[in-house]
């Protein structure tokens, strides 16, 4: 017990005062600074995007603030309590997704909000914590590499909940949930044969869905990716628009309020999915850069936290986070650049809006309770 | 034990290098991901940067959307119905304007403005982009036009804009058939294809301009637009022209419906005339009727509210909607469900005593004549319409046998008709009882309902297309009124297919000689309760009148419970077809509180077909 402490205090008196405080109060240091990094270039993108917005820029500050008071809410737990509590938190999110087909309200033509009397919520956000969480923890005990039987079990574990959330219908949560859940299958060491298979069993699934599970507004963004130019008064016309935004940044930017692609209206959704735009256009290349940089950094922390980590629970649920966050800025960019299709992925911690951002910020605190709950036990 | 810890932490370890494995190459992925995207960013803007900013910096072009021309309706005889007069609109640029509401509060000086176009424009400030125009007035007067153009150049950012504007020639005559646009409304828009709708202004709300409205409206084109830096248009690019929508041709006879809703007189009421041969829906009545240029621009509160709330209700559309008992016009498909299901035979007559008992009732179920009828059979009871008789079929029948064989003319089912909302009916049985009264049917019901009173509900539709069906031995169609529709550019118009419905089968078809031979007495014997419109008419007419009593609807709509307190008088029905031998023209009319239908009603229908072979007689000549 003793030996426990010592090597703490050891450790404590190497680093600064602040670390230690920081440690103490569960918060990890490299990502809490580059968390508030991110915030402060948000806000100042919001500023711009909104032509000045006071009331924007409050608004979506005190989200952040909520943002980060859940963070350190959730960072105060042991990693032992989150596991406990994943099973738990999974049957109330599945029983809310069942809930929000029947009683859900309706907002821009999808049903995705419950209304619980005070405030409304989306239990696909709640989802998307629970789902890696209990996939965690349906590992966590077991022999890894997982056996075939243990992968089905997972794979529906997943997949079901990730298919309500498609009929609601919200196809860009749906693929976060099946990228969260599969990355801890991956990370738990799912074997490259079932992979392939997988893939190759993904081809005529994919030509179903395109036949039957599609709504047409889903398979004409489809096509308008693969050629803005059908619809160029439509979903084309936001593409078009955010890539002659980006393109006309150049290496260093038109400069902050300077936006003229922004700031003519010509751009659509410019506070919300399509901010990096704004944000590219005012800084060019070398702003961009810097904040990819900063995201790596974030990534790059948090992957290390998930090694680090001491239990295979902890493990897998880090790693899935952190890639789940990778997969958010990657969507977002990648579709704002006409890499990707136009789906409605916000950029983390940057774009206006905040369900999202709460449940963001949630995953980093589990983030940072699992990399400041460690025993140092040196293995 | 000790074996067993070594095991878990070989696996451990083991576990570990896994995980490792797995990090190791996600972070390589996740590294060229991120290379990927440096790259993206990289092509665009350092390498395509020259491109794009030509396109951004030094000339923004955009495209602006361009309304399509709506079709044109047209009858059946090539009668304009609805058309496109040009209007004036006053519209702002909100991007060629120092200061909005210093504009606006100049132009009040000139033109009307109200507070409700001010609270339209601002609404659509928002959502526009701001080199876009936007409307504040619609319809400005040739006074207001004038005004406006002489003080043009002290006002940039104003435009005067001619504009479409849907008009219907004939006002109120055939509106609730036509229907009418209005501006496209919120509710709409979350409906809407928005970028085929991005010019439009108006959307179909009612009758053929709603069932139509994709094929009326038309393809959207657009105009790559050049624009400066402050936002003017400084170059107009070539783009694609809209696609004009398509005219179409109604079946709808306009003569024979102008004919039909001025012999209503004063009565509310619906009627319905179809060409058995194919289903084409010759005359479409729903009176009161309103004038559907009210709509377009939007109506006033006002007006809005009187109509609205008029006890007659003139916004609803009896001929689709209304749901009326077919009282007595339903006898001759009793008399042939009995035939067909031998429970009577033509010969076989019983005392009418002008009323009739059931065993363990003491309710006396009355026939309209008091003294009765005598003895009566089936050619009789219908000529003279006698409930009696009718009592005595529908006992022996019963309600299960009766709802089965009805069921086929399509009474209690919506008819498919090409317009929208059209009301299902109700064709009462035992199951539909339990089910939504919880309670189980009583004989009495059945007698009531052999002579169509009782729960039964049909539309004037639904009366009219089991007529045509009667009149076709059983061969139906699904009753529609678009005849053709015919694109700009095209030669020929492109006729529309009618759709056959299952016909109605029966045992010996020399029954349906029967029925018919009987609803041709109906306006030929001297004793036929129509026999006022059979007397010089140049052509054969079978049909059958009915009285639907008003106090008894249980199940009426909202308007009729109003009615119940004011008038108690029945309303009125006919049923019919010309000529009996190669039917052309099918009728079903409902005068509202007309009191009887031989008086009432078959007159209407007589002046509709007179009117209806006129034309045809013109046509062949």
Redesign the interface.
């Known amino acids: 017990m003793f030996r426990n402490v010592i090597p703490e205090f050891a450790e404590a008196n190497r680093i600064s005062t602040g670390r230690r405080i920081l440690h103490l109060l569960h918060l990890d240091f490299t990502l809490l600074i580059s968390l508030l990094l991110l915030a402060a270039i948000g806000l100042s993108v919001l500023y711009s995007a909104s032509d000045q917005s006071m009331d924007m820029i409050i608004k979506q500050a005190l989200r952040l603030l909520l943002g980060f008071v859940v963070m350190f809410l959730i960072a105060q737990l042991t990693p032992d309590t989150i596991k406990y509590w994943s099973p738990w938190l999974f049957v109330l999110g599945f029983i809310m997704l069942v809930a929000v087909l029947f009683v859900g309200d309706i907002g821009k033509?999808a049903q995705r909000w419950l209304n619980l009397g005070i405030f409304s919520f989306q239990p696909s956000e709640l989802m998307k914590l629970a789902l890696p969480m209990l996939i965690a923890w349906y590992f966590a005990d077991t022999?890894?590499?997982p056996s075939f039987l243990r992968v089905v079990g997972a794979a529906l574990l997943f997949l079901v909940p990730t298919y309500l959330v498609a009929l609601q219908p919200d196809l860009g949560t749906a693929m976060v949930l099946t990228a969260s859940g599969f990355?801890v299958l991956?990370?738990?060491?799912l074997r490259w044969r079932t992979i392939i298979i997988g893939v190759l069993l993904l081809i005529p699934t994919i030509w179903v869905m395109w036949h039957y599970g599609m709504h047409d507004y889903q398979r004409k963004r489809v096509i308008t990716f693969l050629n803005p130019e059908t619809?160029?008064?439509?979903a084309g016309?936001h593409i078009i628009q955010s890539?002659?935004?980006?393109?006309?940044?150049?290496?260093y930017g038109k400069g902050w309020l300077e936006g003229?692609?922004s700031h003519?209206?010509?751009l659509p959704e410019r506070r919300t999915d399509f901010i990096f735009a704004v944000f590219?256009e005012e800084f060019?290349?070398l702003g961009?850069?810097l904040l990819?940089i900063l995201y790596?950094v974030i990534?790059?922390r948090g992957?290390m936290i998930?090694?680090q980590a001491q239990s295979?629970f902890t493990?897998?649920l880090a790693?899935s986070l952190i890639?789940t966050f990778?997969i958010y800025v990657?969507i977002n960019?990648?579709m704002v650049?006409?890499?990707l299709p136009v789906v409605g992925i916000p950029l983390p911690l940057i774009s206006f809006g905040g369900t999202s951002l709460v449940t963001i910020m949630a995953g980093f605190g589990i983030l940072m309770s699992i990399s400041t709950h460690r025993k140092l036990v040196s293995t | 034990m000790v074996q067993f810890s070594r095991l878990t932490l070989k696996d451990h370890l083991r576990e570990t290098h896994l995980f490792n494995q797995r990090v190791v190459f996600a972070a390589a992925v996740v590294i060229l991901l991120f290379i990927a995207l440096l790259a993206r960013i990289f092509y665009l803007q350092v390498i395509q940067h020259d491109h794009y900013s030509t396109l951004s910096e030094d000339n923004r072009f955009t495209l602006l959307p361009l309304p399509p021309t709506r079709g044109l309706i047209y009858d059946r005889n090539g009668i304009l119905l609805a058309q496109n007069l040009p209007t004036f609109t006053l519209e702002l640029i909100p991007a060629k304007l120092s200061n909005l509401k210093e504009t606006i509060a100049t132009l009040e000086t000139m033109v009307n403005i109200t507070a409700e176009d001010k609270r339209r424009f601002y609404k659509l400030v928002k959502k526009r982009r701001r080199f876009e125009g936007i409307p504040l007035r619609f319809r400005l007067t040739d006074e207001e036009v004038a005004k406006l153009a002489v003080n043009q150049y002290r006002l940039p950012g104003i435009e005067i804009n001619a504009e479409l504007t849907r008009q219907y020639p004939h006002g109120a005559l055939a509106s609730h058939a036509i229907g009418y646009v209005a501006r496209i409304s919120e509710d709409d828009l979350q409906k809407l294809d928005t970028t085929r709708y991005a010019a439009t202004r108006y959307i179909g709300k009612v009758g053929v301009e709603k069932a139509y409205e994709e094929i009326l409206h038309g393809e959207v084109g657009y105009q790559e637009v050049e624009i400066n830096a402050q936002g003017r248009e400084v170059n107009v690019r070539q783009g694609t022209l809209p696609i004009p929508g398509k005219n179409i041709y109604l079946s709808l006879d306009l003569n024979v419906q102008r004919v039909a809703e001025q012999s209503f007189k004063d009565y509310s009421g619906a009627l319905v005339a179809i060409d058995p041969s194919d289903g084409a829906i010759l005359a479409l009545v729903s009176l009161p009727t309103f004038d559907p240029n009210l709509f377009v621009n939007g109506i006033d509160t006002d007006t809005y509210k009187e109509l609205n709330e008029s006890p007659t209700q003139p916004l609803f559309n009896r001929a689709l909607q209304g749901r009326y008992p077919p009282g007595s016009t339903i006898k001759p498909f009793i008399g042939l469900n009995a035939l067909d299901y031998n429970t009577i035979t033509p010969e076989k007559s019983i005392n009418c005593p002008g009323y009739y008992s059931l065993k363990n009732d003491e309710r006396h179920y009355r026939d309209w004549r008091k003294e009765g009828h005598g003895h009566t059979n089936l050619l009789k009871a219908i000529t003279e319409s006698c409930d009696v008789y009718f009592y005595d079929v529908a006992l022996n029948l019963n309600i299960d046998k009766m709802h089965q064989f009805l069921g086929q003319f399509g009474f209690g089912k919506q008819t498919g008709v090409d317009l929208r909302d059209e009301a299902t009916g109700l064709l009462p049985s035992r199951e539909w009882k339990q089910r939504t009264q919880h309670q189980p049917w009583y004989p009495g019901e059945t007698l009531i309902t052999g002579i169509g009173q009782g729960y039964w509900l049909t539309t004037p539709l639904q009366l009219a297309n089991a007529t045509a069906a009667m009149s076709m031995k059983g061969h139906r169609w699904q009753p529609h009124i678009l005849q053709a529709s015919h694109a700009v550019g095209q030669d020929e118009p492109e006729d529309f297919t009618p759709v056959t419905l299952p016909d109605v089968n029966i045992k010996s078809p020399d029954n349906w000689e029967l029925i018919i031979n009987a609803m041709h007495n109906v306006t030929r014997d001297a004793h036929g309760t129509a026999r006022s419109i059979g007397l010089n008419a140049p052509y054969e007419i079978a049909g059958k009148t009915g009285t639907a009593q008003v106090y008894g609807l249980k199940e009426g709509e909202k308007y009729d419970a109003k009615k119940v307190s004011k008038h108690l008088r029945d309303h009125a029905l006919f049923i019919g077809f010309a000529p009996v031998q190669e039917p052309r023209i099918a009728v079903a009319v409902i005068a509202e509180n007309g009191g009887g239908g031989g008086a009432t009603a078959a007159p209407i229908a007589r002046k509709v077909m007179d009117a209806f072979f006129e034309d045809q007689h013109e046509e062949a000549e």
């Open positions: 033509g022999l890894l590499p990355f991956f990370l738990a060491g619809d160029p008064l439509g016309y890539t002659i935004a980006i393109g006309s940044g150049g290496a003229t692609q003519l209206d010509f590219s060019g290349f961009t850069m990819l790596a990534i790059g992957i998930a090694t295979t493990r897998l790693g890639l990778f990657f960019i990648g650049s006409g890499l």
